[in-house]
């Protein structure tokens, strides 16, 4: 979506139209500009507090940048600071203006008072305009030898600037190569951490087109290096122990007492003030311990307690993004937070969002030990005031129920649920109790008893009322009055808006006709006629197909409409493990608090112009689509008979395996992911001699391998040995494959080895990958 | 990496923007932010990170500016909130509070201390000290004089080639006539008691604060009688993590002036000071509220600053409610506060009054949450007790002063 244009914002009497004014200050600014009089700076001072001011809000200013220029000769440092940021602000809109600054940035960028020449250097860099980067070499290659280390700071990030204003002038002026030297030998911390995440950015991007700059990239990640940050940890700003712990958390030690040393050395990073150094310590322990079971879990041990003090120390907005991280490491390893769930014990003035992530938590810490207390704890949000919120508590107490601890006393509570004379609290317990009898038949007894007594006239909401009706088909020969009850619901067919409850009502009577014939009859050939009738194909279709069974033979009817069945033992989940595993290895990121691996929203292919607003505006409402549509699906198969042995379904053929075109992956993770994968596959090609022709130019095959949703990560060689690094993703999934290539012009053959997410998969991307090879180079 | 940060008024209109990095971010993006906030309303105020269509939002809120920062980029999310949260502190530490007026007529300040603590999208420095070494504070001091001599420079007279200290979070060498140093435990005591009366919930947040106003470079060690009762501590950098860690001393070289030397947590309290009991009898469209406070558990200290107060639910047409002791306000946001002070000697307090239920419920389906405040000077209720305070490093005896306060933080009363 474009934003929108900006809106209008009624004109104030103390805000300026604009132009009177605008002149207004011109004249005035070029009387100053000439002038020595002593007390002069106070005057321009004031003048120029004006023209920031209209310029933040939103006046354009533009017109008097000459006479700012002609003011700036002044030795006052907020003089200078507030004309650094007006030209800021317009050179790059007026470039040719721009111009006019130069000569003064660079005068003072000589100035004998550090603050200045930093503050020159860091405005010159920040003109940001193409044709005048030659200008900024001179000044950044002193200013990063400067004996002030605010000099050398805002140089290093200087150069970044000019790397994204001009790459071939950074990299030609061989300012890389100074930061290195600068980042390994700087006396000042800041300065090195600013080499490191220039340095990163720089080699980052360079490095698909330059194999020193990726060789480079790798060499952050050494021993060496790492563990010089590692050792230098403590003289860094909190912000910039940020940045080295997230390089840190990249590293893979070699040996296993590696990884003890480095934990032992950031032990205290976790009593750290500021919330963003604790977290970003949790990702690398995380990360460390990936592969040694027991240790991650005791690491789950040790970090619990921060997290859980930052959780209630921090303001609000600081207790979300915790809270979602917490939310991750909860749902991971649930029994490690059982004896914590107080902590999640929602707070009355909580926003819903933050009680919705608590819920989840209290659900997924439920155990033997402490169901009651939590059972008796979200009884009591049932009676809170966001109905929402409400809701949701009812689902979660359904939802500890299937997992089996103690039902005993939960089925007593939902049925209390029943009896509170809610209509919303009745619908939600409705469709827990048609859960848990699908999963714990034997409480049908005790249920009906309650159920019976509820009136189906009280029931609005669809999915309420689809399971009371699938209760009263199912236990119709227990329930004394279900055929009459359905009776009146099918007289009352054409008010019910719902196809689902309709749907329900066609089985539910089919059921109860095969119990009880002789009262039920009347009521099937009402509701057949009806769904025959029925403008929606679903149900249509449905009447037609029981109708002709019927019709055919009513045993074998009774077989597949209401077999026996076995209790659900385990109900479908909704998130993949794969994409939580995915979240994971994004921890510490924005992934966690969206609950979507990175790709599935900073790609814009994976979302619509609208989804996020409307999501994050919706979003108990979206869960609740989400949750229940699995259940409801598997529901109505069940009902159906579907599920049962009577026809097993035909084993799906390997669907042919389709990638996705727009896949993303960082180098990090393409970086992190080759170390950790095994390699699945590895075989060996011969190359078209077209393709060995056409290999000249290595930049023709990464195009082509694009064209087939193979996309390069990295590559270098010379004749006659070329290495490319390539990554593919599934379409539907986020199964990740990626390819080591090297192909040998001379003997024309091509070695490739493939790592794949989904081992399974591979030998199928193996035969994609070589038949797209095989086309390069034809015409 | 963010990109761009905005200030916005509480109507919405942007005070200020900063640039921070080459993609520029058009303003529209606030346009764009202020109508979901209308329209969403509350809920969205407090969602600190929202996805536009175009950026990433993180947003913080302080006395009605919105902190507003954009980034297209994945990226630590606390990182960005923690940065706005300290973005908003130093403002305020700077302008000595925050509203609007005050940004306004210091916007230059706000972009000369921006300009330091971030740069290209990283936070650099957010330090007070090494930030006041590089950006004057306007304090009442130079506003008068720049009223008498219509002199209004700001700019610190010393200008230091950035952080000159070998401490980084210590200004270099400050000179006192009276050297003295404060340390405060403010404790905040968090509780549910649900509708049982049984307390199920109840924990400690507490901090050590600090006020130090001592010359040249000293060396302090606190230790405290206690420290098995704490579950989980945080610290400011200048703490030593040996110390601690071997026995269990505060080690430390303090910044100058106020701050936050280490916050703690106490868990599974058992008591809380004072009880709260409400009884709730709903039928015929009226529910009968009463409410009793007393002290259950005498910390020693007088108890005050009592109020008790609770949402009326939508329901409800009408509250009658009176006291014996202290004041009962309903208030427009249809909240009633009963506002207590101490608990005289001679009797309980009591709440008692009426709710007219909406024509057509007979009884009362939701129950209020009753939230309570209160405060106590003196004691640390936690338990938690200082043991001595060491100085080192000092020219002569210093001024040593010591002080607790406990106060309720989220203390709920379910009905």
Redesign the interface.
């Given at each position: 979506m474009a934003p929108p244009a900006q809106s209008q914002r009624s004109p104030s009497p103390s805000q300026p139209s604009g132009k009177g004014e605008v002149s207004d200050l011109k004249s005035q600014l070029r009387q100053l500009a000439g002038s020595r009089a002593p007390g002069i700076d106070d005057s321009k001072r004031e003048l120029f507090k004006k023209v920031i001011s209209y310029m933040t809000v939103g006046i354009d200013v533009s017109s008097l940048f000459g006479e700012m220029v002609m003011c700036s000769a002044t030795s006052d440092i907020v003089l200078k600071k507030m004309c650094y940021l007006y030209v800021g602000n317009y050179a790059k809109v007026n470039p040719d203006l721009a111009l006019l600054t130069i000569n003064f940035l660079q005068r003072d960028c000589k100035d004998e008072d550090p603050m200045i020449r930093g503050l020159a250097l860091r405005s010159l860099c920040s003109l940001r305009v193409a044709n005048l980067v030659e200008y900024l070499v001179g000044p950044l290659g002193s200013g990063l030898k400067d004996n002030n280390n605010y000099v050398r700071t805002v140089a290093v990030m200087g150069v970044l600037k000019l790397y994204h204003i001009s790459a071939s002038t950074c990299v030609d002026a061989d300012f890389p190569a100074m930061l290195k030297h600068s980042m390994l030998n700087d006396s000042d911390a800041q300065v090195v951490a600013n080499c490191l995440s220039a340095l990163q950015e720089i080699w980052s991007s360079e490095a698909s087109s330059s194999e020193e700059a990726s060789r480079e990239r790798e060499a952050l990640l050494s021993k060496p290096v790492v563990y010089y940050f590692l050792n230098r940890i403590k003289e860094f700003s909190e912000w910039a122990q940020c940045l080295v712990l997230e390089l840190v958390g990249k590293y893979v030690p070699s040996e296993t007492s590696e990884i003890f040393d480095i934990m032992n050395l950031l032990e205290d990073r976790l009593q750290h003030a500021n919330g963003a150094v604790v977290l970003a310590t949790i990702k690398v322990f995380l990360q460390l311990t990936l592969s040694m079971t027991d240790v991650h879990q005791q690491v789950y041990e040790r970090i619990k307690a921060p997290l859980l003090t930052l959780v209630s120390s921090g303001s609000p907005e600081q207790s979300y993004a915790v809270l979602s991280h917490l939310h991750l490491l909860v749902m991971r390893a649930p029994f490690i937070f059982s004896s914590d769930y107080k902590h999640f014990y929602c707070q009355y003035n909580e926003p819903s969002y933050v009680k919705k992530l608590k819920l989840e938590m209290l659900t997924a810490v439920a155990n033997e030990s402490n169901t009651y207390e939590i059972v008796t704890e979200l009884c009591e949000y049932a009676a809170n005031v966001d109905i929402p919120i409400a809701r949701e508590s009812i689902r979660a107490v359904g939802k500890i129920a299937l997992q089996q601890y103690d039902v005993n006393a939960i089925v007593d509570r939902l049925l209390q649920f029943l009896e509170m004379e809610k209509d919303y609290v009745t619908a939600e317990a409705l469709v827990l109790v048609k859960d848990l009898l699908r999963k714990y038949p034997q409480w049908s007894q005790d249920c009906i008893a309650v159920v019976g007594n509820i009136s189906s006239k009280n029931i609005q909401e669809p999915k309420a009322k689809a399971a009371l009706i699938w209760m009263l088909g199912e236990y119709s020969q227990d329930m004394h009055d279900a055929p009459y009850i359905l009776e009146s619901l099918i007289e009352n067919w054409e008010d019910e808006h719902s196809a689902e409850v309709r749907l329900h009502l066609l089985t539910a009577v089919m059921k109860c006709f095969f119990k009880r014939p002789p009262e039920t009859q009347k009521a099937l050939g009402a509701a057949l006629a009806a769904g025959l009738a029925d403008f929606h194909q679903d149900v249509h279709d449905r009447a037609l197909f029981y109708y002709r069974l019927l019709q055919y033979n009513v045993s074998v009817a009774q077989r597949v409409v209401d077999p026996p069945k076995q209790a659900v033992s385990v109900f479908a989940d909704t998130q993949s493990s794969e994409i939580k595993d995915r979240i994971f290895d994004e921890f510490n990121s924005l992934s966690v608090v969206y609950q979507k691996p990175s790709y599935m929203f900073t790609d814009k292919e994976h979302r619509g112009p609208f989804e996020f607003s409307d999501e994050l505006g919706h979003l108990s409402i979206g869960a609740e689509s989400t949750g229940h549509a699995s259940q409801s699906s598997l529901a109505i198969d069940d009902l159906l008979g579907l599920g049962l042995p009577v026809a097993p379904a035909p084993a799906p053929s390997p669907p042919l395996l389709k990638l996705n075109s727009k896949a993303v992956l960082d180098p990090g993770t393409f970086q992190q992911k080759w170390r950790q994968l095994p390699i699945s596959l590895s075989q060996e090609y011969s190359v078209s001699p077209r393709g060995v022709a056409a290999l000249t130019a290595p930049q023709a095959l990464l195009r082509h391998m694009q064209g087939h949703s193979i996309h390069c990560i990295a590559s270098g060689g010379q004749s006659p040995n070329y290495k490319f690094f390539f990554f593919a993703q599934k379409a539907e999934e986020s199964s990740t494959f990626l390819v080591e290539c090297i192909i040998n012009t001379s003997s024309a053959k091509a070695q490739i080895k493939i790592k794949a997410d989904d081992q399974s998969a591979s030998e199928a991307f193996s035969t994609l990958f070589q038949s797209a090879l095989s086309e390069f180079g034809l015409p | 990496m963010l990109q761009c940060i905005f200030l916005l008024s509480d109507s919405g209109?942007?005070?200020?923007?900063k640039?921070l990095?080459?993609h520029?971010v058009?303003?529209?993006?606030c346009?764009?932010f202020?109508?979901?906030a209308i329209s969403?309303g509350d809920?969205?105020k407090?969602?600190?990170?929202?996805?536009?269509?175009?950026h990433?939002l993180f947003?913080?809120v302080r006395e009605g500016i919105t902190y507003l920062a954009c980034t297209q980029?994945?990226?630590?999310?606390?990182?960005a909130?923690?940065?706005?949260?300290r973005v908003a502190d130093v403002l305020s530490d700077y302008l000595g509070g925050l509203n609007e007026d005050v940004i306004?007529d210091n916007?230059?300040i706000v972009?000369?201390l921006l300009?330091e603590m971030i740069?290209?999208g990283?936070?650099?420095?957010?330090?007070p000290n090494i930030l006041r070494e590089?950006i004057a504070q306007p304090n009442i001091v130079s506003k008068v004089l720049s009223v008498v001599t219509?002199?209004?420079?700001?700019?610190s007279e010393t200008?230091p080639?950035?952080?000159a200290s070998c401490v980084?979070w210590r200004t270099t060498d400050p000179k006192y006539a009276n050297n003295e140093v404060y340390v405060d435990l403010v404790e905040e005591m968090?509780a549910?008691i649900?509708?049982d009366g049984v307390l199920?919930?109840c924990?400690i947040?507490g901090e050590v604060q600090v006020n130090s106003h001592l010359s040249g470079l000293p060396d302090l060690t606190l230790s405290f009688a206690n420290t098995s009762i704490l579950?989980?501590?945080?610290?400011?950098?200048c703490v030593r993590?040996r110390p601690w860690?071997s026995n269990q001393i505060l080690s430390f070289v303090p910044p100058d002036g106020q701050f936050?030397l280490m916050?703690?947590?106490v868990k599974k309290l058992k008591s809380t000071p004072i009880y709260v009991k409400p009884q709730l009898t709903s039928g015929g469209g009226t529910c009968r509220v009463d409410v009793l406070v007393g002290i259950r558990n005498d910390p020693g200290k007088t108890i005050d600053s009592i109020t008790v107060q609770f949402?009326l639910?939508?329901c409800i047409l009408s509250a009658d409610m009176t006291s014996n002791h202290g004041t009962v306000n309903i208030l427009a946001n249809k909240t009633c506060l009963w506002s207590i002070g101490r608990i005289p000697k001679d009797k309980a307090p009591s709440m008692s009054g009426t709710l007219v239920l909406e024509t057509g419920l007979e009884r009362l389906?939701?129950?209020?949450?009753f939230?309570v405040a209160f405060r106590v000077m003196g004691v640390a209720l936690s338990g938690l007790q200082i043991d001595k305070l060491d100085l080192k490093n000092l020219p002569n005896r210093p001024y040593k002063g010591f002080r607790a306060l406990t106060r309720a933080g989220?203390f709920?009363v379910?009905s």
């Open positions: - | 209109e942007v005070m200020l923007e640039q990095t080459g520029r058009d303003r529209s993006i346009a764009w202020w109508e979901q969403q809920s969205f407090l969602q600190p990170v929202i996805a536009s269509p175009t990433y947003q913080v980029v994945e990226m630590p999310p606390l990182m909130i923690e940065f706005l949260c306004k916007f230059i972009y000369e300009d740069d290209n990283f936070p650099l420095t957010t330090e590089m219509g002199n209004s420079s700001n700019v200008r080639g950035a952080t980084p968090d549910t649900n509708r199920v919930k924990e947040y579950d989980d501590v945080r610290f400011h950098p993590f860690e936050k916050s703690y947590r949402q639910p939508h389906h939701v129950f209020p949450t939230q989220e709920e379910r």
